[in-house]
């Protein structure tokens, strides 16, 4: 047997004394949390009622694996697949509950809507309250907690055998309009079932599991896609609206903190521009060995973009808030979204932290200002980034700063 040499990794020297810089260790969070809920489903049969909750794969496609994910308890178990609700949250509070949710795994191709595990599948996931159900797997379920920037974290996983689900289950009302209406597309039902006010984690699992657009051409869409998928068609929708509203009259910052992310939204008496700018402290989930802060940015001015932001699903997320914001005031505005993530963000949650973090902040009274140089103090004392920092690093601060605009010019002419 082979054993490596050398110092080996931090973890295993460190043995969860903090060596790392973390306030707590991730690796014992996790396994904490898997140790609380490995009695409850250390068996191929499971009985349970899901949030409800459904997940897609994205490898293999156009085969994706698709499934319920559900917990072995009953009840109202909605929160546990409610990401609007977790505000106050802290990290391993959310780690405990989503590791207690079990993902049924089985492979089907996009477009195939046809099999009882597929249609129940689907029938979980346009529910409007918790169903209860019996799963049989072809083995015990196994693995890791499942995390990533983009998707809510969630516990082991299994070949799925048979599902049953307890009595018939009630499709949320506006849903299941959309869902009979195969003439209706897919992101004008989107946009249809938001000014509905129907959840955002609502209208992303329906739409991961083929339930809008032409009959013709729906299909499963992996759930990772399907939550950057639906921020950017909310977000698009409601950019042509923010591009006809009058401007803002003065310099706003809105704040908030959340897992030891601290959020500040900048707004701009300007045309519409939008730029998300995240700051990673070392020992972050994105930094984890660096010794410097790591700053990423994307942005894009009036006409909007044509690529992915390289910056990820997040961007969109933000995106979409800020728009909600300024559609309800029916104002125009440039927005500059600053993001310091510091070493008590231990794991990734999901990227509905980063929409729900920007409505979070848009609910609280603004900073006012009448020039952009007092707004820049603000920002020097809220965040430990200095100032050069974040503008050296925006396109959309050196933008306004240093662009001479047309009304620039009229106001010289007319002095």
């Not at 609206?241 to 897992?259: A, K, M, S, V």
């Not at 993530?341 to 231990?346: D, Q, R, T, V």
């Not at 396109?395 to 605009?405: A, C, E, F, I």
């Amino acid at each position: 047997m082979d054993f490596s040499s050398g110092q080996g990794s931090l973890c295993s020297r460190c043995k969860g004394r903090m060596w790392c810089g973390k306030d707590r260790c991730p690796l014992l969070v996790k396994f904490y949390a898997q140790t609380r809920a490995k009695s409850l489903i250390d068996s191929t049969h499971m009985e349970g009622s899901s949030p409800p909750s459904v997940f897609i794969g994205r490898f293999s496609y156009p085969k994706v694996y698709i499934g319920p994910m559900l917990p072995p308890q009953f009840g109202d178990t909605s929160l546990m697949d409610t990401p609007e609700n977790w505000q106050g949250f802290t990290i391993d509070q959310i780690v405990d509950f989503r590791f207690q949710l079990v993902r049924g795994k089985f492979l089907n191709p996009v477009n195939n809507f046809n099999g009882k595990i597929i249609e129940q599948t689907r029938e979980i996931a346009l529910a409007e309250k918790s169903p209860d159900a019996q799963v049989d797997f072809k083995k015990k379920p196994q693995g890791k907690l499942v995390m990533n920037d983009e998707v809510q974290p969630f516990g082991p996983s299994a070949p799925l055998q048979k599902i049953e689900l307890g009595g018939n289950v009630k499709f949320e009302k506006n849903i299941e309009r959309a869902f009979y209406d195969t003439d209706l597309k897919a992101a004008e039902a989107v946009i249809r079932l938001h000014k509905d006010e129907v959840l955002i984690s609502k209208i992303q699992k329906a739409f991961s599991v083929g339930a809008f657009g032409l009959g013709k051409n729906r299909k499963f869409v992996p759930t990772r896609w399907s939550i950057t998928a639906v921020d950017d068609t909310l977000g698009k929708n409601l950019m042509q609206y923010t591009r006809d509203f009058p401007l803002i009259n003065e310099y706003r910052i809105y704040e908030h903190y959340q897992l030891d992310n601290r959020w500040l939204v900048l707004m701009l008496p300007r045309e519409w521009c939008y730029e998300l700018i995240e700051a990673w402290y070392p020992n972050t989930i994105w930094n984890p060995a660096g010794n410097k802060i790591q700053i990423f940015s994307d942005h894009e001015l009036y006409e909007g973009r044509t690529k992915y932001a390289e910056i990820g699903g997040c961007y969109y997320a933000a995106r979409l808030a800020t728009n909600e914001l300024l559609n309800r005031e029916k104002r125009q505005a440039g927005v500059v979204i600053l993001r310091e993530a510091h070493p008590g963000y231990i794991m990734p949650v999901g990227v509905w932290n980063v929409r729900e973090a920007v409505r979070a902040a848009l609910k609280n009274q603004p900073y006012k200002f009448a020039i952009l140089q007092e707004a820049l103090d603000l920002i020097g004392k809220k965040m430990d980034i200095p100032v050069s920092m974040w503008i050296e690093t925006s396109g959309v601060l050196k933008d306004t700063m240093r662009q001479r605009k047309l009304v620039d010019f009229f106001k010289a002419k007319t002095a």
